[in-house]
């Protein structure tokens, strides 16, 4: 059988996500990594999910491990949409929609707006999960340049007159160049959303994890209420609580919130209920916003810590973001340099990182890279930067 | 913001589930359900799935609940090779990738297979939860009738000439007719595949819900070696152990599995780990098979006494099968009999089933409906029954 022919188009263009395959590489514990987009695990709530796991199951194990709704669990719905409202984002239960973590919310986005050949716009360097996701759908992207307080507005406004269906951003700690949008950005975004035919999607799984510098809304908010159906917004456990569960959501309004219902159940009927309900319950016996804290303030010493680290050791003329909070941080090095060989001499200094090239859809970006400092310990830290500068030196 | 220009083609053509919709109807306590596709929960493993929960949160937490690999628990992966083994279906572990659910699998297939206008092929009536995952793929479905011993051949075999990308088929106690395969067309089945450019899809959820009648190998056992890859199976833990932990697996040979992997990825990066993990501990510590005898026993009482009933209560002329396994009954009325109208004027006598035009997608089929026996304990078969002839000859 020729599997060429008989494999759909959009096979030919999507690659295994090279993040993944390095994952791989990297799993020799000799190895210090700053590749993976991992939580650290020493903040996972293992007793207390555990014990969340043990009352579920006793108290309704009927009903948790029985098929559910494709919407997801009601309270649990109740618990974002009211996380949302302390935030002064109005929304109901209704429009949140209960996922396999945000990575599938953005499957269903894709599904339910993009034909072959649509066009729509990404941040540059993007998200290679979003690159993934969408590129299923075989769009047309156009990457939006990233200045320090989020994407170039000129190159958005221009882009916009092309009326692309979506433009996905990261507005907090952006996923991989940990830039945050200003607070200019933002309301100059939510302008240009609200004259254009272009649904905002706007993905927040760090937005929770600022450790410094002044919280702004998501750009949702600088919307007026007429212009709500043309934002949609993502989010996830994963930061927050841990990723295993596998658990997050789509907050959309009413009339795509139906599609996206029909997606999800073609998709897969609905998310774990089992996972829903051991989550829920955790979030009913304990403080997540103190545990947020205790995060935050690890988070923070190890971001602090590698970028002292890289000031020290990396030769003068590296460019790096100091991002104020979520897990990466982007390094820029002279043009010459490709990092993907970097790449190469790095492993041998038993120290890896994702050659930046993967989050660019037009080739470029081939003398970046991202750290990852959220799942690495001080000593790990400091003595992996000290490999990489050796590795960038040599 | 007009919608109809900015969603995705697909989106015009799938309609919610039906059966979804149904089930939302049939809440209400005092109505007799037949319609949901339910197991019954009285034998879903509670106290054993909480321990364990239990177990593998305190021996391995930080795993438990942080991101994992696309493919899957490696060693739920070996189980269920395994099981495949004892069978006499030889596949590795490398040839498994967990999925939330059978119905994640059809998404995933389609993704990897369809494109818009291909040919697909489907049993008639056929299973509502892949004509509505394959849907997303906008194929064109051609339906193949079904006879008592499985599908129609000769209608297969002109429609093979036609260069289908896929057929689906559920050989054991189909969804909805309960009807399965004989050994006989079984290997005309296999042969016919051999000989074509088509890809079988052999979903089998209830396969080992068998609990009268001589047991068949799945129609890949009839395929040679060198074809082994004109087969996917499609597996699932919830009618075997629980749907609410929403685990079912592919098995496909390498160069399928290997885009099946990208489109998992794409779609939401790995299974739920915390429930693969409790899962497999639970299969480690308990006797499946001795489990798995326990709701054959229960549902053939369900299934005879069903089968009894409508033999008693139902007109003479009305005609319905009489599966050796799985969890449904197909039931076919005079051809000017609409179960749409019956559906209403049975919710009137608090007593549900689903209409068969759903199970269509030709639009024929109005004088069918589908029992489920499942989860219905022997005195609400008996009364539910009795209501539902009650409405059949008003």
């Known amino acids: 059988m020729n599997m060429n022919t008989i494999l759909a ?103 339910v707006f993009l034909d072959t050949g649509d066009l729509m716009l990404l941040e540059r360097p993007g998200y290679l999960g979003a690159i993934q996701a969408f590129s299923m759908f075989e ?90 159906d043309k934002s949609i917004l993502l989010g996830s456990f994963s930061k927050i609580v841990a990723p295993g569960i596998r658990l997050g959501w789509i907050c959309a309004a009413n009339e795509i919130m139906d599609k996206l219902i029909i997606a999800k159940q073609a998709s897969d009927l609905h998310s774990n209920f089992l996972a829903q309900r051991i989550l829920y319950q955790y979030l009913l016996d304990n403080d997540l916003d103190g545990h947020i804290v205790r995060i935050r303030n690890a988070y923070k010493q190890q971001r602090d810590l590698m970028v002292q680290m890289i000031a020290k050791y990396f030769p003068a003329e590296v460019q790096y973001t100091k991002p104020e909070g979520g897990m990466f941080l982007w390094v820029t090095l002279l043009q010459y340099i490709s990092t993907m060989e970097l790449f190469e001499k790095a492993l041998k200094e038993k120290v890896a990182f994702v050659p930046g090239e993967a989050f660019y859809t037009d080739g470029t970006g081939k003398n970046t890279l991202r750290l990852n400092f959220s799942n690495s310990d001080p000593e790990k830290i400091s003595e992996g930067i000290k490999r990489l500068a050796q590795a960038i030196k040599s």
Do not use: C
């Open 139 to 228: 769009p047309i992207f156009q990457g939006l340049s990233m200045a320090e307080d989020g994407v170039d507005l000129s190159q958005l406004a221009s882009a916009l007159k092309r009326q692309p269906k979506l433009f996905y951003a990261i507005p907090n700690f952006q996923n991989p160049s940990g830039i945050s949008y200003s607070a200019h950005k933002r309301q100059a975004v939510a302008e240009l959303i609200a004259k254009s035919d272009t649904v905002l999607v706007e993905d927040d799984p760090y937005g929770e994890l600022r450790f410094m510098g002044e919280e702004f809304p998501l750009i949702h908010k600088y919307l007026a209420e007429a212009d709500w």
């Open 9 to 111: 188009n959009r096979m030919s263009t999507v690659q295994r996500s090279f993040i993944r395959e390095i994952l791989k590489v990297t799993e020799d514990p000799e190895i210090i990594s700053f590749a993976g987009g991992l939580p650290n695990p020493r903040f996972f709530p293992k007793a207390e999910i555990a014990e969340a796991a043990a009352k579920v199951l006793t108290d309704d194990g009927g009903a948790v491990l029985q098929y559910s709704t494709t919407e997801g669990y009601r309270p649990l719905r109740e618990f974002i949409a009211s996380r949302y409202k302390q935030k002064g984002i109005r929304v109901k239960p209704e429009n949140i929609l209960i996922t396999n973590g945000s990575q599938q919310g953005l499957d269903l986005v894709g599904k």
